[in-house]
């Protein structure tokens, strides 16, 4: 077990990515926090399976683009679990829409969660961690942080800004034994794109496949927690600032 005992804050964690990271966690032996915005179902049975396999977890409720529902959130996970050691800065929220149509209102709702969120809750962790020493936190960017994509501008700016946060808040944070990291992910397949690839698709999943070398259209979200188990473990305490890609290959043409 290569987190026994840790706590660990894995935001947006009802489904997809998250809840596969925070079943994996609980795996290898962090206690894990559950977050959830509007699914309570679907966050207790995340909950419940952690339980049934041995684990240990609490779902919480909060909206983590909101600073006064983080801060919450943080205070509510030390109350119960005594201390936080890792921050997967998971929730996110994609939309698909051209720049004529990205309206204000579109572009603080990605930005709000995606990226304002990621820093306030890193900010409201510093403190704790300078009490018991250390923390880390592994932010989930996007192969759309790392290079430009049509049709989504705002979650572009937000995952690329969720890259260079990581690297100037390891900048500023890593002498204070903190490790902040971050993983891109490819295509994975979640509800977050269940729209691009169900019946009347077959020809969008087919296109996909050739853009990856491995010829896979959407990765699994499992596919991404052996990295974000790494990058919470001792094995990465002198990685500071880094983005891991784990997209199939496809950022290698
Ligand atoms: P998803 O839609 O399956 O899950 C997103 C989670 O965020 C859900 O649990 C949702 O309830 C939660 N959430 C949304 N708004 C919230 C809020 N205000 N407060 C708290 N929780 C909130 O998406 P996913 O595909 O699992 O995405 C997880 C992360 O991975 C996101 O940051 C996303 O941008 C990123 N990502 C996904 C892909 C992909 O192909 N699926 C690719 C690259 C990056």
Redesign the pocket.
Known sequence: MRLKDKVAIV????????EAIAKRYAAEGAKVAV?????PDAADSVVKSIQDAGGNAKAYK????KIAEIEKFAADVINDFGQVDILVN?????RTVPVMETTEEIWDEQLD??LK?YFFFVKTLVPHWREIGGGKVVS?????GTGGFPNCPAYCAS?GGVVNMTRALAAELGVENINVNSI?????A????AHVRGPGSEEYVELMKTFTPTGIA?LD?EDMTGTAVFLASDDAKLIHGETIIVDGGWSVW
């Open positions: 935001t947006g964690s009802s489904m997809g990515i998250g977050n959830y915005f509007k699914s909060a909206d983590v683009s998971n929730a996110g929220v994609f969660l995606n969120g989930i960017s996007s192969i759309a995952k891109a992910p490819g295509n994975v979640t509800p977050l794109n959407f979200p």
